[in-house]
């Protein structure tokens, strides 16, 4: 396992062009393995201006980035929106609400039965033609993504896990002691609903999941990407260590300097460092 920092690439910004704007985005519902609704949009991607060399840079057409939103997000979410717009400037994308969320069906298991969402995604986003596909997790998608490549192995060609947990049942941080209070309380749930948009199921887990850090030396081949801030509020870094632990030589972490907690503390370079990754460690 490296843990380096990672190069900065060109100044980049996303615009559309003639040759990638011909493919308008879908939107529509896909059905789980087990029948759940998710609200999913594919998108084709787009062209990339760069300065310098001041020339457009095209969207690979074989490539999709398929992202996995955190516990309360969806996909029509300003930050789940801004990171398919930095990541379509490398590939097409899929972006999708896990069972529970938005306009999905369903309810949320936190992070077990969402692998089925994930595999959803993953088949549909296969179905448009793309060779290569990436998965990309923040938080819970961040654990979803990791189980979903070690219990669908070759199904995605690397994997980008974004402030992850390690273990289950993490209540070292007041965050997370909230949003255990959320998930297991049925006043908890009542705000998730009413509040976060966010429909929780009343049910334990039984059985327990397989954790990430059990599930991430199953990952490979596949290449894996371990970003993790070090102002996280959630997850401190002995997490992302576990997992870059478990992960051995064919993972990848990246300890970001100043970044908080997923989506949100994920800024536009940053994405554009895993972009570049990603289509480079696909193959």
Request: hydrophobic content about 40%.
């Amino acid at each position: 396992m490296s843990n380096r920092p990672a190069g900065h690439g060109p100044r980049s910004t996303v615009r559309p062009h003639h040759e990638t704007s011909r493919r308008a985005a879908i939107r529509t519902f896909l059905y789980s393995a087990d029948g759940i609704a998710l609200d999913s949009v594919y998108d084709p991607g787009a062209a990339v201006y760069e300065t310098p060399p001041d020339t457009f840079r095209p969207a690979s057409r074989d490539l999709v980035f398929v992202i996995a939103h955190g516990f309360t997000g969806d996909v029509d979410r300003p930050h789940v929106r801004r990171v398919a717009g930095v990541l379509r400037g490398y590939g097409a994308v899929v972006t999708f609400s896990f069972r529970g969320h938005g306009r999905s069906g369903g309810r949320s298991t936190v992070g077990d039965k969402e692998v089925l969402d994930l595999a959803a995604a993953v088949e549909w986003g296969r179905g448009f033609g793309h060779a290569r596909v990436v998965t990309v997790g923040f938080s819970m998608g961040g654990s979803v993504v990791l189980r979903h490549a070690a219990l669908h192995p070759g199904t995605v060609d690397a994997v980008v896990s974004v402030s992850a947990p390690a273990r289950w049942y993490y209540r070292g941080t007041a965050p997370m002691r909230r949003l255990h209070w959320l998930v297991t309380r049925p006043e908890g749930r009542l705000v998730g609903r009413y509040g976060l948009r966010t429909r929780i199921h009343h049910r334990d887990w039984d059985p327990v999941p397989l954790s990430p850090t059990q599930a991430v030396p199953k990952i490979a081949p596949a290449p894996l990407l371990i970003v993790h801030g070090d102002r996280d509020g959630y997850f401190p870094l002995d997490h992302p260590r576990m997992l870059a632990e478990a992960a051995g030589d064919h993972g990848e972490l990246w300890v970001e300097q100043g970044m908080g907690h997923a989506e949100n503390a994920a800024g536009d370079a940053l994405l554009a460092r895993i972009g570049d990754w990603a289509a480079a460690a696909a193959g």
